[in-house]
């Protein structure tokens, strides 16, 4: 009787959450864009990347191939379903040919043209994630979770040398610090190991060390996870696997060592040239192509709504391989009955 | 039954109407304010708390265009940019540690595990100067020396001679907090925390050579928070809290005397880099004010009522004084004085 009364006095208040839908969107260099009706696994679509090929790599509950030219996507098969969550999720080699991930107590390549596949590491009882391969291919960075927190993905970090097949623990020996590195890459044009810690509530930081762990310092507390634009000229804060970012953005050129404040930043990427990243700001309902470098910027979309819907958020930028133009999820408002009678 | 039914339903409507009732508009009880006050006492008011917005570590405010910040790197902003100059590389921190500066020698000292360093204003002559590193590091009074702990021995007073880099150390018998060094009267005042019978937070003032040490102020086993030392050396200040809504009482001693004053009840208290004077913020019921006062005469300058139109300040979030001493920001939460009344 009361959960009815409760639900007749809800339904008095008018307030819905606007009901929302994805759609692809291609937007070419010029500006003109495209707007997909993409197959149903781009609904639980996780991250994208951009292939060589003019493709799609897309991660939601496996990997898949969307075939651009054709509007379908072909399942990616994989000896072990059971992809790690945490971090960077996976990586595409420099040359896109190539997926490292990972799997409960292994690390995998996927080669994407002969589709073999190759396990890298295998440590049994070991919870690996977040593999980042060098832009030389020389080193694949990854973690080994330790915490016993599920809801957070902490741990130390390691990495395999590809030439040697060595892999190399940077393991301190510290409870503390071995369990509160979030993310890791390699800045391959300095040879540093860059990681992220938490250490408690607003003890952020992104750090480096020497290949051999040698020389950790803080590097910066203003960016709590880092990624270099192309040219390794800047560095950014890291854009999550749909590429979205929050409060302040800021970017440093790493010779003046200046940090920038740039525009509200709602989702970006960064670009395979150059200074360049792609960001998208909901303010001004406009998605940017912004060389950091010459401060030059390019409006490639700036449409309020499309199909008459309204434009809530743009997710997934996913600039395309030779940067003629990009890919990203469009979030429309679908209208309300109350929004048609009007 | 039918009749509890019907109160259920009434009270639940009656609820659900006023929480979907967006058009009726709640006036503002409380408000965040950030303003700026001069040495003449003429304020600014600032909508958009920058300070609030983009601060982060604990900054020395040197100049208007020029904020020194610290946590675990050295930057230095700006009070009309959001932009920040990293001073350190990237194989260089401070995390943990502290820091010290001196406007008059244009000179930063940090430490890190490697030890203690110095540069400049702009992150440039990068000198190592002792291997041990200290916490809480603090520059003495006429700048010659640095005095803190060793961070693998708390109970410890580690004295640098900047001149030779030699550190002399000499241990105390409880943990120390923070430490001053007066040159003139060759007397080290620190802060202690005693685990005794009764535990408490102690001033002790000791002689350079450890050789005779007095208790100055006892606070209780209350946490203190807020220890400072003023700009000639001869006075330093403790109380419990550094920033927030409750009052404490403020605790002076002068190193020459031997003399411990209770000021009162406060918020927090901040000392002026130049003239043995501190801007605080005394306790006036709920809320406060800002004022200063002279350590030689003991006078109070009211520099503002706390009043801002109808609100007035009943939270602080930051205090900071720029570095000659001419103008304070404070960033704070205000309550609407009309709203405090009807509530009394």
Redesign the interface.
Known sequence: ??IA??L???C????VPPETEGRLVRIDEDGIYHLVQQPAEFDTLKAMKALPDGNLLLLSDQFYLYHTATNTVSKINTSDSRIQEGGSKFCLSPEGDAIFYCTPDKIWRKDLLSLAEECLVDSAGATYYSPFLSKDARYLAFLRRTGSNYAKWEGYPLYLDLQTNEVVSLATGDEILDNSVTDCWIDHFHS?YMFSTELGYSDY?LN?MDMDGN?R??????IRKGALTADGRYLLPRPDAQGSSTG?F?F?NNLS?????MDRVNSFNISRAKSLIYYYKHEEKKLFKYNLATKEKQVLFNKSSVQNRKIQSVTHISPRWDDDGLFAMLNLIVPTQKDREE | MLKNCFLCLTVIIALTFTACDKDHEEPQTSISIYMEIDSAGDVNIYDIPVMDRYLFGYPAWISDDYLLYSKAKLYRGSLDSYDYQQLLPDNIDCFGYGICHSVARQKIWFCNSDGIWSCNFAGGDITFVSPTPIKEMQLSSHGNFLIGYRIDRSQSLCLVDLATGIMEEQSTSHSVHKAFYNEDLQLISYLTYVRETENSFQVRVRSKDGSSELIAIDFGNISIRNFQVSASGRYVAGMASENGSISYPLYIHDLQTGETNDLGLVRSFQMLAQGDQMIFLPADGRYFKVSKYDFDTGGITDLHSGYLHDYRYYYLYKLIVREDGEKIRIYGWGKLEIEDRRIL
């Open positions: 009787m009361l009364l409760c007749i006095a809800i008095c208040c008018d307030y540093k930081f480096s020389n310092a803080v590097t910066t507390e203003i302040a800021y440093r060592m200046l940090w920038t404040n």
